[in-house]
């Protein structure tokens, strides 16, 4: 068993729709979690992060965080064809982040 | 500054060559790190520095990688004797040390193809 576990989708939704997003893990060290947004030949860009237990909003992006049963979410509202792309989350057991722990990556394609 | 710079982009070679990688972070960020991402999967950890000390190594940096920084800026990864499981994109990421776990910073990476 993998530390995070992501599928790869691949998630197709009509513009304006909302998206749901999540990872499971299974390593209860982990503290920080984040999720990354990467458009293809691309790197990985910061989306989004969270510290512990609980919600985050962020324009049209919530991250949540339930670490009784090791599970995070990202939800898009309102989704847009630009939010076309692979989106990871990343998770650390150090606030120092010195190795990530990536999930495979969802890709999500919004058609208009 | 314009972000993380890698260099090359893309790099075909033949198997059994000796291949190197430039990463260029972002001018004030003391620490960089590296990952390998192959085809539907996510980046995966290689090593880590902070400055010029390379201080974590992952199980998948092999005797045949070598990387280094010296003097703290530019980072370099050497592959060598490269083999076709190999290929993958190689990224760099750099971060300040107080921004720690949410403050990386990715660079589009080096799509490595070894025939």
């Known amino acids: 068993q993998k530390e995070v576990e992501q599928d790869p989708g691949p998630l197709s939704v009509p513009e304006g729709a909302i998206v749901s997003l999540n990872c499971t893990y299974s390593?209860?060290?982990?503290?920080?979690f984040m999720w990354y947004r990467q458009y293809s030949r691309k790197g990985p860009e910061l989306l989004m992060y969270?510290?512990?237990?609980g919600n985050k909003e962020d324009g049209r992006f919530t991250a949540q965080v339930d670490k009784s049963s090791k599970y995070i979410s990202l939800f898009i509202r309102d989704s847009q064809p630009s939010d076309s792309a692979t989106y990871l989350c990343?998770?650390?057991?150090?606030?120092?982040?010195?190795?990530?722990?990536f999930g495979k990556g969802t890709t999500l394609s919004v058609s208009s | 500054d314009t972000g993380v710079s890698q260099d090359p982009r893309h790099k075909i070679t033949k198997r059994g060559q000796n291949v190197t990688f430039r990463c260029d972070p972002i001018?004030?960020?003391?620490?960089l790190y590296w990952y390998r991402q192959t085809l539907g999967q996510g980046p995966e950890f290689l090593t880590y520095?902070?400055?010029?000390?390379?201080?974590?190594k992952s199980r998948l940096l092999s005797d045949r990688f070598s990387a280094e920084r010296p003097k703290g800026s530019f980072s370099t990864l050497e592959i060598q004797r490269t083999e076709q499981g190999d290929s993958a994109m190689y990224l760099c990421?750099?971060?300040?040390?107080?921004?720690?776990?949410?403050?990386?910073?990715f660079g589009s990476g080096t799509r490595l193809t070894v025939v």
């Open positions: 990421a750099s971060s300040l040390g107080i921004s720690g776990v949410y403050g990386y910073t």
């Open positions: 390593n209860s060290a982990f503290q920080y």
């Open positions: 969270t510290y512990s237990s």
């Open positions: 990343a998770m650390s057991i150090n606030q120092a982040g010195t190795a990530l722990i």
């Open positions: 001018s004030e960020h003391n620490r």
């Open positions: 520095f902070q400055n010029e000390a390379q201080l974590e």
